[in-house]
């Protein structure tokens, strides 16, 4: 094993200016690979280009929008190269149940979190199949397994079917050497998860939790950097519980 694991490997990681995207970059970077860094917001990306220079290029783009993945795609792959590795960590949190959910939020959420995976993953596909080497990371969610003890109904729905999408991709792209693979984190401290709990709702949640806190940004960033680390090239179609012990399967 080399010192650097995934030297001169590219990897895209999408909502990567938020906390846990940032985090999945510094541990990428540190492994050797130049990164694509896409979110919807530019300005989150500034600190990460300002730390990394040229390893990293920052890519603004909607990922619910098809034609805007094709650009950013064709953007980074001219930039940097073909993309080995994928993490489709972007994503919106929704806490309304069924009855207080509207169409509007229900399109937004599922095309945050479901549309922008399958577009991306519709991008680098062919590249990886051609090299018979590629990875795909993505972030589900404790709630695709639960039903969402505090997400709601959208959110939930949008990462279970990102699990579903996972397997899919796994069973057809194994052949080829790409794996696909996802982390289902719970309540990792970041401020779109655990500061949209009140005060009751976060004693309640780690009185549950056997571990007794919330994930840590870097603890999701490593599980991310094994999945995508050749060592892992015998596990595909996995969902990663990432939750201290709150759901045991």
Known sequence: ????????????????????????VHVLVEDGCRVALVDRDA?????????FGNRVLAVACDISDAAAVTAAHAEAVAALGAIDVLVNNAGILSNHKIEATTLAEWRQVLGANL????FWSQAV?????????GRIVNTSSLAAKTGGL??????SVSKG????LTFSLARELAAHGVTANAIAPAYVRTPMVTEQLNDAQRAALLA?????????PEEFAHAVRFLASPLSGFITGEILDLNGGLLMD
């Open 115 to 118: 549309d922008g995976a399958m």
């Open 208 to 216: 549950q939790i056997p571990v007794g806190r919330f994930c840590e």
């Open 150 to 155: 505090t997400a709601g109904t959208a959110y």
């Open 125 to 133: 596909v062919p590249a990886m199949k051609a090299r018979r080497w």
């Open 43 to 51: 300005a989150s990306m500034a600190p990460l280009v300002r730390r």
């Open 1 to 24: 094993m080399t010192t650097f694991p995934l030297q001169d490997k590219i990897a895209l990681v999408t909502g990567a200016g938020g906390t846990m995207g940032s985090a999945v």
């Open 161 to 164: 079917a990102l699990s579903a």
